[in-house]
């Protein structure tokens, strides 16, 4: 075959194989953003847990300092009664709908409220969240909540589509199924959320894959990566402080599997060493958290006034004992908190804890994440292992020592969504592969994981929607009648019911693009660079 010819279809085939690359690539952004921001829209305002204390903190701070005035008699900054009123009318109680709201849109006539539960207040977390959100704030408390919502969407498509671009190739298939497996239910509602909790899984994630990407990477590629690192690290100094030792442990796990050792690894250490500097910084700058991090979330005493029903000694009472019978309590029911983040009664509810979630949202989500967990572990190597241990005992371990530090029962203070950053740094050590090949790629499996997660995604949208449309004590297919609440903005033909199908058919397709489409790509390509395809000839 003449030369010229040989070329040209060469040319041909890069170009189809790029045009196919780009169309997925496409596909996946638009429905991620339709998935994503279909629960941003399932909720009213102050709908995310403990709202009522980081969006008064985003409403009153920001880099310039307070910007509500405060209490002269020490009752905390002044916030709109709106503000206060939306949220505390239907927390915690999930047979009243949203309905109770005022009108959130800047036009309630009531004078502001003194209120201390807030960051102005008690300075429990870094500033840096709040005074970032605080520049999307206007005088409509309804666009100031949604702004901050997609903001934080942003912020996690950001990171998700430039590490699938800037990662090595056989850590992309590793990257995608760790999101696909950990997301149902939990991840779906807290990222495009307005709690901090939305950053710290972003940046713990992100920043585990990223630092193991840029330790096998060289070149701008490897720059790229170090500098995600670092933001991560930025991100989760500013979100939640426990976050940041989570991210240090993610670290440690990263480095250890990583396939670099020695000299090189030496030398390519430095952004954890930045990351170290900002914590240090922080730390002198906000005792506070730095208070956190050494006596921990606090006494159940504090906020809790009945006692433990097995605490009769004095000494344990007093503190002067150590309370075995607690830790025993709380060693065999940590999973329970595990269990939360894939939907499971009590504690993986949504909102404040109230809205609970159908059970075969469990069933789904615990199937798909035990059988790639299964096939994950019947291959893994000696490394990967000692990194899975490492990681579930972290996991087991932290919230246990925070539990007993402050007398509390499993279920209290510590919840599944201050999990979730380190169990998405497990799952994404469960499906990691040397080669990059995907644990799952039989097509059968492949379609029971896509319907298993599209109807634990689907099902608990519903019941998220359900529960501020009319509340629970009305139930059935449709949303739109009876309604009690909508966003007053959307057009008459856009209700719950509409939003909810876009939402759940979009999420569905977004895993068919995944498993089906863009992981085979991956996996085809690692095939090609290994073993490259002998030149065209006669």
Not at 75 to 92: D, K, Q, S, T
Not at 351 to 374: C, E, H, I, K, N
Request: net charge neutral.
């Amino acid at each position: 075959m003449p030369k010229h010819r040989v070329q040209s279809a060469e040319t041909t085939d890069t170009s189809s194989r790029s045009w196919r690359g780009v169309i997925p690539a496409v596909a996946a952004v638009v429905l991620l953003i339709l998935s994503f921001g279909s629960w941003a829209f399932s909720s009213a305002v102050g709908s995310a847990p403990d709202d009522d204390y980081h969006l008064t903190s985003i409403w009153c701070q920001s880099f310039a300092g307070d910007t509500c005035e405060v209490d002269p008699g020490g009752e905390g900054v002044y916030i709109p009664e709106a503000l206060r009123e939306g949220i505390y009318c239907y927390y915690h109680n999930p047979n009243q709908s949203a309905g109770c709201q005022p009108f959130m849109d800047g036009t309630d006539p009531r004078p502001d409220v003194p209120f201390a539960h807030n960051n102005p207040g008690r300075n429990l977390y870094p500033d840096g969240y709040y005074n970032f959100s605080n520049l999307v704030k206007t005088d409509n408390i309804e666009a100031t909540a949604l702004a901050v919502r997609f903001v934080n969407l942003a912020i996690f498509l950001g990171m998700a589509i430039s590490l699938f671009f800037l990662l090595p190739q056989r850590l992309r298939t590793t990257w995608v199924w760790m999101w696909v497996i950990g997301l149902v239910p939990m991840g779906m509602f807290i990222i495009p959320s307005s709690n901090p909790s939305s950053w710290a899984v972003t940046a713990v994630a992100s920043g585990w894959i990223a630092l193991l990407g840029y330790l096998e990477s060289r070149g701008p590629r490897a720059w790229a990566l170090g500098g995600v690192f670092v933001l991560a690290g930025v991100l989760t100094l500013n979100a939640r402080i426990d976050a940041v030792l989570y991210l240090g442990l993610a670290s440690v796990v990263a480095v250890w599997l990583s396939p670099t050792r020695g000299r090189e690894l030496l030398m390519k250490i430095w952004p954890g060493f930045i990351v170290i500097a900002l914590v240090v910084v922080q730390l002198i700058a906000n005792p506070a958290n730095l208070a956190r991090v050494v006596r921990g979330i606090g006494q159940r005493s504090d906020s809790i006034d009945e006692p433990l029903p097995w605490t009769t000694s004095p000494e344990v009472a007093d503190g002067s004992a150590f309370d075995w019978a607690l830790l025993w309590n709380n060693l065999w029911s940590i999973p329970g908190l595990w269990l939360g983040i894939f939907g499971g009664f009590p504690w993986g509810s949504l909102g404040w804890l109230d809205t609970s979630l159908p059970q075969v949202v469990l069933a789904g989500t615990m199937t798909v994440a035990l059988g790639v967990t299964f096939l994950a572990v019947r291959a893994a190597d000696k490394k990967k292992i000692v990194g899975l241990i490492a990681m579930l005992g972290a996991i087991w371990v932290m919230p246990l020592y925070l539990l007993q530090l402050g007398g509390f029962l499993a279920g209290e203070e510590v919840q599944p969504r201050y999990l979730l950053p380190l169990m998405m740094v497990l799952l994404g050590t469960i499906v990691l592969t040397n080669d990059g090949s995907p644990i799952v790629s039989d097509r059968g499996r492949l379609w029971f994981i896509l319907a298993a997660l599209t109807i634990a995604n689907a099902i608990s949208l519903h019941t998220n929607i359900r529960r501020y449309t009319t509340g629970i004590t009305i139930q059935g297919f449709n949303l739109d009648s009876p309604r009690e609440w909508w966003w007053p903005f959307f057009p008459d033909f856009f209700g719950p019911t509409l939003l909810w199908a876009i939402g759940s058919l979009a999420f569905g397709g977004l895993l068919w693009l995944l498993l089906f489409r863009v992981v085979p790509s991956i996996t085809e390509s690692l095939n090609l660079t290994t073993h490259p395809k002998e030149s065209l000839s006669v």
